[in-house]
């Protein structure tokens, strides 16, 4: 008795061949993807605040945002430096800062402060930097820690990083 050849193989079997549901997905070898936005590496996103920066970063394929570390704002320089020194131990590929807009889309005070930060960023950092439109992102992040059990008190610096989540997971999803 022979052996049986393997299934979709057998002697007579017509059927065309076609790729596997995996190789379909794949690009094409010459295909190239286009935009900082498509490329794979770590997103920084900041939520810029008078006394406090909030960050957070993406997974290495720059899918999924998670909350990062809080700064203490002494002086823009140092929270400057203190970016990029996260840009460069993380390998972060692309920062993008939350803007505060108002809710009728005009600047105020605090959008303001978040463009001095991104100037400064653009000029000091060797990778591109944009803006976010972040309205209603901290009220978002305080009533999703509200709603996971976190007391206020608790919430105070870590609300800052969940919003800069929230700015980048929106900028993920934006961008896909």
Known sequence: MSPRPPVGKRRGDRRRSTPSRDESLLPDENEEVQGASRQQGRVLGVDSGSRRIGLALSDPL????????????RKLAEAVDQILQIVKEQEVRLIVVGLPLRL???AGESASQARELTDRLRVQAAIPVEEWDERLTSVGASRAMRQAGVKEEKQRGRVDMVAAALILQSYLDGHR
């Open 62 to 73: 720059g899918c999924i945002a998670s909350p990062y570390q809080v700064l203490v704002i």
């Open 104 to 106: 009728s889309g005009e």
